[in-house]
């Protein structure tokens, strides 16, 4: 039988290693292998018996290969048969999602990519495929939503960055589109479509060597890319060069012969090379190919105009401004521009500008609309016949081009007449204008400079001091340089105090910003005193509701905001803003979450109420939500130092962001970050006493002595506060201080603290202070609210027992059994109560029980030999001692323990071996 047995696994060897090799090497292939073979091996696979396991896999092998050869009808169809039999893998969902994207059925896709979202939502590919999708179907609403959910779980997400810089350049907003690719490729985004955007970028920004540049380097890296080159085209036509451009124009025609821009491109080219006809054959080829481009009809239009044909180019250009269809930034700029040229074709004919006098020059070059505006004011700068009077014409000329662009104008005037104060104060000016709300504040620098020259070189009293002095203080204000600026106002209001009202508000404003809230509402309260009531209707009463909140006077700003309310109904977004901060700082938490989201849903951005809401998410306990909002505000605040001042965001307010951000990253059990929040708190606010509790709180609970230092700091500003107190004596207790405990705990319960725990926590510090009396008061006024509380029945019956209160303390530890007699501590407290009453057997009893326990069994071993070490029981004794001997220490008392443990049964084997 023995032999037989051994035979039958050769055997089963022998006859079945052929076919289960070739189950092995089926689905081996099947895995390996993306071509027709790895498709053929998953298809016998999955003739054969396997298990759904098995079918999965070979289904979403084939559904792999299948895509890798570009089949993607069969492709889908394997991926939805393995989310059949597995429907639970987000990454199918996603797959699924790009092979329907690539047959065509966006609303597949974008189905396939919810799903996917639901089911791995912290995964910011997910976001950012169906992101794209929504960018495609130009919801750029939507899409900026999916990829801000997908940066907010991973920041560094490289393809999100550059969708984001996308969803800039498709919106317009071209110099946060450059910011968010160079983002994205510092993270390590390396694709073409980084280049092709930002390229395109800095043309629409009119950064035609930035754009030319970075198209050269994308096509270094990807030479066959030909929108690379179509877009180095436009950008060296721009800056004149023509033959390179037309060289990039040509490869893109050769490059995408059905690329209705190439030829668009090519014609503009032709047509700045005076080549009519070419041109016109070009712009017709891009019309014929892509009928909808608007760069083809535009250019087509131009050819038209300079061949003299003006009618068809009123035609064409009247065709484009009545589309509706414009979904793009620069579609919607080329609308625009076909209608100003329908407007410049009925124009009359022109004036020209060399036969006007100097005084209608001077009306024009000051008149926004008029189209001879810029050559007027060139001819006034030609003409100008002393220095002063040309630095004069360029200061006018400055103004008449658009922002971002009067510096070079300016600095010429600079140049022309250096000693002259007015060219300095219209540069800084012109220095404030070209600020561009991304965060770079240089331009108030430099203005500051301007100003502050101009101040120290005016003679007293004068118009350009005043001028100097409030620029320099608006710009102070800006750059957050409050102390500065409020030197400015202060000295303004003494040089001309018929300006009160501008100032005292001003004022009011640097005060705020300072943190000194009383002296703020002084100023803003003069301000709106002396405010007439038109004006008051223009600039609202924000500068006087701020510091009533920052105050506490919380009704006085309500009312006040619906006075503002009923005297200017459409400023109402800044009123719901300051109405439900008002509301934040009364406690109304929920009331203030509904008017922020009200205002929030709007669709503007606003950081203020961004602030308002983060921190009423987080006294409503949403953590996450409270993060999200709150990070959002101080990156806008961090972004763009300009915001603090504008949103109104103090000191005191900051600090209370940075605190609520606390509390609900402690939510989030995220203590670290919780105690650098609170840090945060404390650096912008060290007068407030909230940040140093909680952070005392912390320190508590890691058992660091530095909660004692940061719970001084709290009782030092609050000393009556209740909160404080309670805390201030459960750390006192911890660090070993019962003496300040007991005063602490005695104050808080005095101010009626809401801290149940209160009174037993007092127990506890009179009972180590040997006021046992007292403690069994406290305890027993724990027992009357709770009287199962397991903590006070011990602290009572310790107490008792100190008082020698020996009867009613075992009458105490009974009851305590009844109610909770798995506590280790209750048997041990009641085991040495019976031995202290005579009661061995009631004693061992309870020791014995006792042992069961692993943190009572070392003492209530070593109570053991000690109990029959007195009544002769030595053997018994010795075999308690050695269990005690045998248990681990886990404490330092616990070698305490067994020291005296070993030296009882040293001292009784000595005893048993003494001659009788």
Known sequence: MAFRACLIPIIAGFWLSPSLAQKVDAVAVCKADKTDA???????????????????????????????????????????????????????????????????????????????????????????????????????????????????????????????????????????????????????????????????????????????????????????????????????????????????????????????????????????????????????????????????????????????????????????????????????????????????????????????DETELKARCETRDDPLRMQSCDRLVETAPTPQAKADMLILRSRARPYGQQIADLDLAVATMPDYLEAALARASGHISSYGYDGNIAPFERAWVDADSVVRRAAPDSQELRRALTVRGLVATSLGRHEEALADWSKLLQIEPDSAVWLQSYRATSLLMLGRPSEALVAAREADRLMPDDKKRIFGSRDLVLPLIETGQVDAALAEIEAWSARSPEQSQSQDVMRARALLARGDDAAALDLTNAVLSRGRIDIGAQAVRGIAQARLGNGLAAISDIDGALEGVSKDRTQASYEGLTPGFMSDLALHRGLARLQLRQVNFARVDFAEAIRLAPDRARPYAERARLALMAGSPAALTDIAMALRIEPAEPRWLALAARINLATGDTAAAERLATEALAAKAADPDLVLLRAKARLALGKFGPAVEDAAARLAVAPSDTEALLVRIEARTGQGNLKEALADAEAARASNGGDSRILLALAELKARNGDAPGAIGAFEEAVAKPDAALIANKRLGDLYAGIASDQLALGYYAKALELPAYKPEDETLKTAARAARDALIRKMAAPK
């Open 38 to 356: 790895g498709i053929a091996a998953c298809t016998a696979v999955l003739k054969g018996r396997g298990d759904r396991k098995t079918k999965a896999s070979a289904l979403l092998s084939r559904a792999q290969s299948y895509w890798a050869l570009k089949r993607l009808v069969e492709a889908e169809k394997d991926y939805s048969e393995t989310i059949k039999l597995a429907p639970n893998f987000a990454a199918l969902y996603r797959d699924r999602g790009q092979i329907r994207f690539g047959l065509g059925n966006g609303t597949g896709a974008m189905a396939d990519f919810t799903v996917a979202i639901d089911k791995e939502p912290f995964n910011a590919d997910n976001h950012a495929n169906r992101g794209y999708l929504k960018l495609l179907a130009y919801d750029f609403e939507g899409a900026r939503e999916d990829l801000r959910q997908g940066l907010f779980w991973q920041k560094d997400h490289p393809r999100s960055h550059y969708m984001m810089g996308l969803l800039h350049y498709s919106t317009g907003r071209y110099r946060e589109a450059v910011a968010a690719i160079e983002q994205a490729r510092t993270l390590g985004f390396k694709g073409n479509e980084g280049f092709i955007t930002k390229a395109r970028s800095h043309f629409y920004l009119n950064a035609y060597g930035l754009a030319e540049k970075e198209a050269s380097e994308g096509l270094a890296s990807f030479p066959t890319v030909y929108d690379l080159s179509e877009i180095r085209a436009r950008a060296r036509l721009a800056q004149n060069k023509s033959a390179e451009a037309l060289a990039d124009a040509d490869t893109v025609v050769l490059a995408a012969p059905k690329y209705g821009r190439a030829y668009a491109t090519r014609a503009a080219v032709k047509l700045a090379m005076k080549d009519l006809d070419a041109a016109r054959a070009d712009a017709d080829k891009a019309i014929e190919l892509d009928p909808k481009l608007f760069d083809a009809n535009q250019v087509k239009a131009e050819i038209l105009l300079a061949a003299g044909d003006k009618a068809g180019a009123r035609a064409l250009y009247a065709q484009s401004a009545a589309r509706t269809d414009a979904k793009m930034a620069y579609d919607k700029t080329s609308r625009n521009v076909a209608a100003a040229w329908i407007i410049e074709l009925d124009a009359p004919p022109p004036i020209i500008v060399a036969e006007l």
